[in-house]
């Protein structure tokens, strides 16, 4: 009987200890009460230094429309708000955050090229309006900044280029090297040495298509160019770079059969300009946990297929709709953080199918192009004001850690329960460390999360209600199609969305918010 007791007293200290390792903190939270007609904010993470609110309200000033600003620190106390007085003809159309400022760039509505930039120093809280008129059909697809620089990326009457805009001295330069047809803008990134790279794929020559990676000083200055050959059996469906943040350079990105939407895998490049570049393949069904979504019988018969197609020099069979996120980069590699999804039935959300008489498949700016675009709210893309209604069913979301190389050194995945949105976005986020890594997903009021240890490789699931302000409030309802788990900074994140909520000690009474919690990883 003492030992059948020493061993229930263990499981339950056992369990205990568990959930106190896993369980995150929630120290904060920022509620705002919503009424009918006020618009929902733009979420903008400033990292160490808080978290801006952006949205319209319904006040005008000499013709121009008002946005209200609120900026919050870490620990979400409200700092101050701000009002900006807009053109009534532009829209927010993204963000860029850079040391001590947050830049959020409008853009008209009815004329294709016209910009404004307002740039707000966090410190004093002073604005500055900046017009960027090119003089030029400009479709901008790629919003970044460069040191005290802005660069834009889109098209011109269907060819590719690149923008800068010198604030010091108001001028805007075209990139040289651009502007060519069939030659498609894939990526636009800042390192961290404020330099910024352009990825590109040539497509000029059906025969001879190819990877070419650039990065430049943030005056617009070339630093060096690589490429390398797409095989005649692939088409690159997406690439983002890392940023440079140690001395390897690498671009991910997913890629399938000619013609094909969906993705067969997976696809690295080393960037080294002094040596001949190749591009590594890698096969959904090569990959150790990619597939724990599905049931284990098709897992063994989807890896059981590759293993066989590869043998014969075949590509295997299995593909699925998967947009890569971003890059972590960490000592041994680098992550990347990606997510399948399946597409409503009326179209493809992320469609980069030109118009053009070949029917070929290219990055043209009229689809989304996130996450290479920092979008200010989900259902928007750049030059284009009206959302996108089209439902996507996310199915999973993954990391896949890379050697300096690009070679595969391990990969898990996360479930996700009935997540739906009305545009593709980035519903899964990522911790990790030494010890293991923390996957997480908002689901209604609940924090989903996956934990991962290294050293076993055993995978625990749980779950946190989103907590609220006072002990007495319950929800009645969340708005489930809104809100998102982000990474903020270090091991913080922030989940947001909007709630109707009722307090027990005043039960006639509910309200309707918005909310941001703070989240601490364990």
């Not at 595969?408 to 899964?428: A, N, P, T």
Request: proline fraction near 4%; hydrophobic fraction near 35%.
């Amino acid at each position: 009987m003492n030992t059948l007791k020493l061993l229930l007293a263990f499981f339950v200290v056992t369990n205990i200890f568990t959930q106190a390792v896993s369980q995150l903190q929630q120290p904060h939270r920022f509620e705002k009460e919503q009424r009918y007609s006020d618009e929902d904010f733009s979420i903008i993470p400033l990292k160490i230094e808080g978290i801006a609110l952006v949205r319209e309200v319904n006040r005008y000033k000499s013709g121009n429309h008002t946005w209200e600003v609120t900026l919050l620190d870490s620990a979400l106390q409200e700092n101050a708000t701000l009002e900006l007085e807009i053109d009534t003809r532009n829209h927010l159309a993204g963000y860029e955050v850079s040391p001590g400022a947050v830049h959020l760039l409008f853009v008209r509505k009815d004329t294709k090229g016209e910009m404004d930039i307002v740039s707000i120093n966090l410190k004093s809280r002073e604005s500055i309006l900046y017009k960027i008129r090119p003089e030029l059909n400009f479709q901008i697809t790629h919003f970044i900044c460069a040191g005290e620089n802005f660069v834009f990326g889109g098209y011109v009457n269907m060819e590719s280029a690149v923008l800068l805009y010198m604030p010091s001295i108001n001028n805007t330069k075209i990139l040289p090297g651009f502007f060519q047809k069939s030659t498609d803008l894939v990526d636009l990134r800042t390192n961290y040495n404020q330099t910024f790279n352009v990825l590109l794929v040539d497509r000029v020559d059906r025969d001879n298509r190819k990877i070419i990676f650039r990065t430049f000083e943030s005056t617009g200055k070339q630093l060096f160019e690589c490429s390398a050959n797409i095989d005649d059996d692939m088409f690159l469906h997406s690439g983002i770079s890392s940023a440079l943040e140690k001395e390897d350079l690498l671009v991910i990105g997913t890629w399938g059969k000619r013609n094909s939407k969906q993705a067969s895998g997976i696809y690295t490049l080393s960037i080294n300009p002094f040596a001949e570049q190749k591009i590594n393949r890698v096969y959904f069904g090569q990959l150790e946990h990619y597939l724990d979504y599905l049931k284990p019988k098709k897992i063994a018969s989807i890896k059981l297929r590759t293993q066989r197609s590869l043998e014969l020099g075949k590509i295997p069979d299995f593909t699925n709709y998967v947009m890569p996120f971003k890059i972590v980069e960490h000592t041994n590699g680098f992550l990347l953080l990606a997510g399948s999804y399946i597409p409503s039935t009326t179209g493809n959300p992320t469609s980069r199918y030109s118009t053009a008489e070949t029917n070929y498949p290219s990055y043209t700016p009229y689809g989304s192009l996130y996450p290479t675009t920092r979008t200010p709210a989900p259902g928007y893309t750049y030059g284009n004001n009206v959302a996108n209604n089209q439902e996507v069913k996310n199915v999973h979301g993954a990391v896949v850690a890379f050697d300096n190389a690009g070679g595969v050194l391990w990969d898990y995945s996360i479930k996700l329960e009935k997540i739906k949105k009305q545009s593709l976005e980035q519903v899964v986020d990522f911790y990790t460390n030494d010890d293991g890594l923390l996957l997480l997903y908002k689901k209604e009021s609940e924090i989903r999360q996956k934990e991962v240890e290294f050293s076993s490789g055993q995978a625990t699931e749980f779950t946190d209600e989103i907590r609220l302000k006072d002990s007495y409030d319950e929800i009645r309802n969340e708005d489930n199609p809104t809100g998102l788990i982000q990474h903020w900074y270090g091991s913080n994140f922030y989940v947001w969305g909007y709630q109707t909520i009722r307090n027990k000690h005043n039960a006639a009474k509910t309200r309707q918010v918005f909310y941001i919690n703070k989240v601490v990883a364990p």
